[in-house]
């Protein structure tokens, strides 16, 4: 796994076939561009939650 710290507005190009850009940073939130071809498939993939977290809606689910 490669890990880069870029800033807003600057982009990392994976082959020659996608860019992806940062657009803005806030908090926790980031929010990033991809220019692909539309023959790639690009996906939002959610990490599983750890049983910590599980309990924790859980319990909130209870008390709701």
């Known amino acids: 796994m490669l890990r ?3 800033k807003a507005g600057e ?3 994976i082959g020659d076939f996608l860019t992806m850009t940062l657009e803005e940073k806030s908090g926790k939130n980031a929010r990033i561009a991809f220019d ?3 023959s790639i498939p690009i996906r939002k993939v959610v990490p599983a939650s750890t ?3 599980s ?3 859980g319990i909130a689910a209870l008390s709701a």
Do not use: E, N
């Open 11 to 13: 982009s990392v190009q």
């Open 36 to 38: 692909a071809d539309r």
């Open 4 to 6: 880069l710290d870029i």
């Open 55 to 57: 309990m924790r809606r």
């Open 51 to 53: 049983p910590a977290q």
